[in-house]
């Protein structure tokens, strides 16, 4: 029932102009910056320590521009719901679609394609409609919502182009499928969020500082010999942008291990530089560090010496008996 009345409302209001979304948009700006003033505080801290050459009014001025970006994103996405093909090509063109699709016919590859949280990344689902190559399978990897409505929801908007949402759980055992099957595809991975603490092995430094970052696109890439890219982003004007691939490897399998990854966030660091409002910096980028992944591992040691000592003593009394 939730689901069913929440999509008849998004798809009511997708019927509303573009610009009547945005109108709403900046309506939504001013309780949500001054006052809600929705994770403020997070944004400040990450803007302030990615950039420290800037001066407070310059890291304001990007942080009244994000929010501003933000509030787009949210309307852009009600509008997105529903969105003809052809108006979909007006809102995200993509350029540079002709060499993934060279490297796909040459040399018979798939390809693994590295995306940042950038505005509008919702519109990257659409990929599918600017090649020609039509029997290429396009996926895109996704983290499902707690919500099962709103999770049912996303999954309609990201596949209505034809491109597949696949589990971040199913990723590998989905790749290996379609490999079994000898489809070529393109998946694009956004890889730049936080990992948890048992997926942490490998820190690099972004934006000055020690980061944990994920490893698990290039070990599939790798193991997969897939060529790979990274998709920048940019915004022409309102409601518009153009997404730009950039050859990081033809393939994967000729790279030493973190190449990639380092090479990904080299670029996505360069990306966000360029477009600092247009990346999601209301997450908690930085909120792991050595010192806490190290105490939460010697917990996690005790809590595994502790229960093999049970399981030990649980031997010897069933033995004794």
């Known amino acids: 029932m939730t689901y069913h009345i929440i999509r008849t409302l998004w798809k009511l209001m997708s019927l509303l102009p573009m610009e009547v979304l945005h109108f709403f948009s900046d309506l939504i700006y001013f309780p949500l910056y001054y006052v809600a003033r929705y994770r ?33 994103y949210i309307v852009e996405n ?20 002709e060499e993934a699709e060279r490297v796909m016919n040459e ?31 396009f ?21 209505q182009y034809g491109a597949e949402a696949i589990s971040m759980a199913q990723t590998l055992r989905r790749i290996m499928q379609l490999q079994k099957e000898e489809k070529k595809y393109l998946i694009g991975f956004i890889a730049d969020q936080v990992p948890h603490w048992e997926a942490i092995d490998y820190w690099m430094e972004f934006f000055h500082q020690e980061t944990p970052v994920f490893t698990g696109t290039e070990k599939i890439a790798r193991r997969t010999g897939c060529c790979v890219f990274y998709l920048s982003i940019r915004r022409e004007k309102r409601g518009h942008y153009v ?24 670029l996505l660091e360069e990306n966000i530089t360029e477009h600092p409002e247009l990346w999601l910096w209301t997450h908690h980028r930085w909120k792991r560090t050595k010192a806490k992944h190290q105490e939460w591992n010697e917990k996690r040691i005790k809590r595994l010496k502790e229960k093999t000592r049970k399981h030990n003593v649980q031997i010897h009394t069933q033995t004794k008996a």
């Not at 009600?78 to 679609?97: I, T």
């Not at 798939?110 to 029997?135: P, R």
């Not at 983290?143 to 996303?154: G, I, Q, T, V």
Request: charged fraction near 25%; aromatic fraction near 14%.
């Open 40 to 72: 403020r505080k997070v944004v400040h801290t990450n803007l302030t320590n990615a950039f420290p050459e800037k001066t407070e009014k310059e890291i304001v001025q990007i942080e009244k521009k994000f929010y501003s970006a933000f509030c787009d």
């Open 78 to 97: 009600l509008k997105l719901m529903g969105m003809s093909p052809e108006k979909a090509k007006k809102h995200l063109r993509f350029e540079g679609v």
């Open 107 to 137: 040399t018979g590859k798939s390809c693994v394609l590295y995306i940042g949280h950038f505005f509008n990344w919702e519109f990257i689902t659409s990929i599918g409609l600017w090649f020609k190559n039509s029997n290429i399978h």
């Open 139 to 159: 996926g895109t990897i996704y983290h499902p919502l707690a919500n099962k409505a709103m999770d049912r929801l996303f999954i309609e908007l990201r596949e």
């Open 243 to 266: 997404a730009t691939f950039h050859k990081m490897a033809e393939d994967a399998t000729t790279t030493q291990e973190h190449e990639l990854t380092n090479m990904y966030y080299h």
